[in-house]
T-cell receptor, first 111, second 114 residues
């Protein structure tokens, strides 16, 4: 079973920040938080990952709480092309370890 | 670079038929994975190969076999297809030397078993 809990759906207006929450209250010290998204029926796309510090890249920011039991993915200026299913996944830091996907959050961005 | 290439893109089988789904990556990745995705569901791990020469079962391995043919290729075989195996199948790879290397996915094979 997936070790994360996400809301099934969220809405966001185009141009606004989209904040997607994820609960991972049983996360272990050696587990990272990964975010992927899947647009339509394409293969999932990697967005960002982190251990305990906040992370930012060209796509998004990842905020992890100090106790590491939850995190938030932030898309700073959502566009219509960001409409997708977003998956939050925890994964041990070990080569070859597989990702276990949950059902994710369907983000709908509207104009 | 092509990344992860899956063939075929679409396939229709009759119950009981067999087939092999092919996957190849050109990123020199060590690890490869097979997932399936049913309508309205998240991805479920079927099998994975942490490195060349090894394979391990995932969440839903029953009815499937895999072969890590070499570092580039990881195939998934359905010996006797069943309607319950109608799904979209995704192959992914990760690796190099980075323990946190993200997974790169192919575009999927859409399989229908009648």
């Amino acid at each position: 079973d997936a070790k994360t809990t996400q809301p099934p759906s969220m809405d966001c207006a185009e141009g606004r920040a989209a904040n997607l929450p994820c609960n991972h209250s049983t996360i272990s010290g050696n587990e990272y938080v990964y975010w992927y998204r899947q647009i339509h029926s394409q293969g999932p796309q990697y967005i960002i990952h982190g251990l305990k510090n906040n992370e930012t890249n060209e796509m998004a920011s990842l905020i992890i709480t100090e106790d590491r039991k939850s995190s938030t993915l932030i898309l700073p200026h959502a566009t219509l092309r960001d409409t997708a299913v977003y998956y939050c996944i925890v994964r041990v830091r070990q080569a070859g370890t597989a990702l276990i996907f949950g059902k994710g959050t369907t983000l709908s961005v509207s104009s | 670079n092509a990344g992860v290439t899956q063939t075929p893109k679409f396939q229709v089988l009759k119950t009981g038929q067999s087939m092999t789904l092919q996957c190849a990556q050109d990123m020199n990745h060590n690890s490869m994975y097979w997932y399936r995705q049913d309508p309205g569901m998240g991805l479920r791990l079927i099998y994975y190969s942490a490195s060349e020469g090894t394979t391990d079962k995932g969440e839903v391995p029953n009815g499937y076999n895999v072969s890590r043919l070499n570092k580039r290729e990881f195939s998934l075989r359905l010996e006797s297809a069943a309607p319950s195996q109608t799904s979209v199948y995704f192959c992914a790879s990760s690796g190099g030397q980075g323990l946190n290397s993200p997974l790169h996915f192919g575009n999927g094979t859409r399989l229908t078993v009648t």
